[in-house]
């Protein structure tokens, strides 16, 4: 199976139906024509462009129609899609480009200050740099499929991720990979034929995938631009979906919002929420006001929607929060969960590295065999986050692995210091990162965020620290921030945070 036979299946499937919605223009397209539309981009990338399968189309927009046909499109004309972040800088996004060794880098309006400042560096590494509007396909009225036979083995997208910690590297998906991950989404959500979903959230590395799987479950898809509060509550508003994505992030900021503008969430029957575990008091906030909507997804760019917990289990989590904290449920169809310590599977209920194996796990980094193989053995993927299995099967996320402190040459795991300062009842969320010391290695460093209205200062959180936590556990530099820097998939950025703390040379508490 590959990406353009699930797009043909879908427009004869779905003749009559609406699969998308561009809430900046209004514009609607039928399945028929959004898929003619994507063919449309195949043809055309392949007759603007000397490639050969195989080779790398890299693509930096936002999430616009155009950016989803082009997705979509350079997949299926059987070349490898690079999405880029826009929130790159200029090198690092170089950086990216060169590692792919893309051909082509095709980008939306808004980015063309940046493109030509890279023009130089671009044509040095014979890399054909052209606005994506200009191959911006539109509908045919006399219809095409794809232009060539794409094979399940051949890789359909690049997705480069520094996960939370380390230097950025590239994912290899298959088309037989995210056939795969589309599989496990379909059979994880509820059937969704005519359901709406409201996406306000980008389109790399891999979310259009989870777009797709809305889109061949008969879904129609609103497409919001970026997020903003105030107009997300607009566009619930205006178009009444069932269902979004968002980042806890975007709950706070949504929250913040909420004492002063009225809004109409009734429509709303399941946001989907990233694998980054919501403080108990924020949950309690959310459903407060979006009912127990909430289901989350856990899976990694490397192996996505690997377990699933639906929205009727937040029952469960409202009658014990803390004790439910990193829930994120049993796995998908196709992925299998195991917890190993290095040697062995370990019983439930015993904390370990996550494991995963099944056809959604990538083949690979990107021209790195080494650490390939070190992350990939006997079929496991190693994750490098720790967890445990419970009697019925669900995984419960409990930190990184490799996001160990060790400061003074004893160890501190960042989660038992973050519940800590999220007991405090003024405290929103927090972040643990360890932060290089000449004397101890490491010291200890937490951001955190205060709760709307709430007067919270450093002090207050040192006594509490005190109190409950050994001396070589308790922060030494704390940093207050309206929001924790997080990834496309709710993570929090470890490398963002340690950033920040230095940067605006947060209080030290010795």
Request: with cysteine; net charge negative; charged share 20%.
């Amino acid at each position: 199976m590959n990406i353009p036979t699930l797009l043909e299946q879908a427009g004869r499937t779905w003749p009559d139906r609406c699969a998308l919605i561009d809430a900046d223009s209004g514009r609607r397209y039928g399945f028929p024509e959004l898929v003619r539309a994507i063919f449309g981009f195949s043809h055309r990338l392949l007759a603007a462009f000397d490639t050969r399968p195989g080779d790398r189309i890299a693509l930096l927009g936002d999430a616009t129609p155009d950016f989803l046909f082009a997705d979509y499109g350079v997949m299926s004309a059987g070349r490898v899609r690079v999405s880029l972040d826009p929130a790159l800088d200029p090198a690092e996004l170089l950086a990216q480009l060169r590692d792919s060794e893309a051909r082509v880098l095709l980008y939306c309006p808004p980015y063309s200050a940046r493109i030509e400042a890279l023009g130089p560096d671009l044509e040095a590494c014979g890399i054909d740099a052209r606005p994506l509007e200009s191959l911006a396909p539109a509908p045919d009225p006399a219809g095409s499929g794809p232009p060539i036979p794409c094979e399940p083995d051949w890789i359909a997208a690049l997705n480069y991720t520094g996960g939370t910690t380390g230097t950025p590297k590239a994912v290899v998906h298959t088309h037989a990979t995210y056939c795969a991950a589309l599989h496990n989404i379909a059979k994880a959500r509820r059937p969704w034929t005519g359901d709406r979903m409201l996406n306000v959230r980008p389109l790399w590395p891999i979310a259009a995938i989870s777009l797709l799987a809305h889109l061949l479950q008969g879904g129609t898809l609103i497409l919001g631009s970026h997020f903003d509060p105030r107009r997300f509550l607009e566009l619930v508003e205006r178009y009444r979906p069932t269902c979004t994505s968002l980042v806890p992030t975007h709950l706070v900021r949504i929250l913040r919002l909420l004492p002063d503008v009225r809004a109409d969430l009734g429509s709303l029957s399941c946001i989907e929420i990233g694998a980054a575990a919501m403080p108990p008091e924020l949950f309690e906030q959310a459903v407060s006001v979006f009912g127990p909507v909430f289901s989350v997804i856990y899976g990694l760019t490397e192996a996505p929607w690997t377990c699933y917990r639906p929205p009727p289990a937040a029952s469960e989590l409202l009658a014990d929060p803390a004790g439910t904290l990193g829930l994120v449920g049993p796995a998908t169809d196709l992925a299998e969960v195991a917890i190993g310590d290095g040697q062995a599977r370990l019983p439930p209920g015993t904390t370990g590295e996550v494991l995963i194996r099944g056809p959604h796990v990538m083949r690979g980094y990107w021209n790195q065999p080494e650490l390939t193989a070190a992350v990939i053995e006997d079929g496991w993927f190693h994750t490098g986050d720790l967890g445990c299995l419970d009697v019925q099967g669900r995984l419960r996320i409990q930190g990184r692995a490799k996001a160990v402190i060790r400061t003074g040459g004893k160890s501190v795991q960042p989660d038992e210091v973050e519940q800590v300062l999220c007991s405090h009842p003024w405290v929103l969320e927090a972040a643990v990162v360890g932060v290089a010391d000449p004397e101890w290695g490491e010291i200890v460093a937490a951001a955190v965020v205060a709760r709307p209205g709430a007067r919270l200062n450093g002090e207050e959180l040192a006594a509490l620290c005190r109190e409950r936590l050994s001396s070589h556990k308790r922060p030494k530099r704390m940093l207050f921030m309206d929001a924790l820097p997080r990834s496309h998939y709710g993570k929090v950025l470890t490398r963002k945070v340690q950033d920040a703390i230095a940067a605006y040379g947060a209080v030290r508490r010795d």
